[in-house]
């Protein structure tokens, strides 16, 4: 299995807070993603980043920001979490861009309250 | 822009028969990557396939097989004798391969449920 770990693995959090997702990755990937799963919609790509301190939006970017200073790192942040970011997240990691398949942390089960 | 159409959003068969899960893709790009995932009840994402838009010969790995047909835009996923363990969510995805997008687009998923 690819070395993905995600932390923490459930977190339940208030309207209003801050909230930092980890993404830790050992296989020296340069490609790194995280997603929000959500019932109806499937994988949704919140941000994305291609290299130290390269990074793009996604689909739904809106209320995230990311950070990747190392190659092993990516950080997901709400600023001020809202109910509506209620979800799971999972991180993802692919050697290359979308050629390549990528490859699943566990997840992160969120709740805003 | 780039889509994925998963239109079964449930399907239960019982234990042994064949199911079929259909996917339907869209792009304007002549290179492309097609990917199926499953995520079993206890949540995580496993590859399973992928598939470039060059190579439409089927695929076969043990009871599973994929069918490509670019003529209809689809890449449809069986599974033989179905067992209970195949009980999950399958996710079919797209990726164009161009300097502007590094993104896998994923469809809705496939609800698939085995009864014994």
């Given at each position: 299995d690819a070395g993905i770990t995600q932390s923490p693995r459930h977190k339940v959090t208030e309207t209003g807070t801050p909230v930092t997702l980890r993404c830790h990755q050992?296989?020296?990937?340069r490609y790194m993603y995280w997603y929000r799963q959500d019932p109806g919609h499937g994988l949704r790509l919140i941000h994305y980043s291609y290299g130290v301190k390269d990074t793009d939006k996604g689909e739904v970017s809106d209320g995230y920001s990311v950070s990747r200073s190392k190659t092993e790192d990516f950080l997901l942040t709400l600023e001020s979490a809202t109910s509506s970011q209620t979800s799971v997240y999972f991180c993802a990691i692919s050697e290359?861009?979308?050629n390549q398949p990528q490859h699943f942390g566990d997840g992160t089960r969120l709740s805003i309250l | 822009a780039q889509k994925v159409t998963q239109a079964q959003t449930e399907i239960s068969v019982v234990e042994k028969e064949d199911v079929t899960l259909d996917c339907v893709y869209e792009t304007r790009d002549t290179t492309y990557y097609l990917f199926w995932y499953k995520q079993p009840p206890s949540g995580e994402l496993v590859f399973l396939i992928r598939r470039n838009s060059f190579d439409e010969q089927n695929e076969i790995s043990g009871r599973y097989s994929w069918n490509f047909q670019k003529s209809t835009s689809s890449f449809n996923f069986t599974i033989t004798a179905?067992?209970?363990?195949?009980s999950a969510v399958y996710f079919c995805a797209l990726s164009e391969v161009s300097d502007r997008d590094d993104k896998i687009i994923f469809g809705k998923g496939t609800r698939l449920h085995i009864l014994p």
């Open positions: 050992t296989e020296n990937h290359d861009k979308g | 179905s067992q209970v363990v195949d």
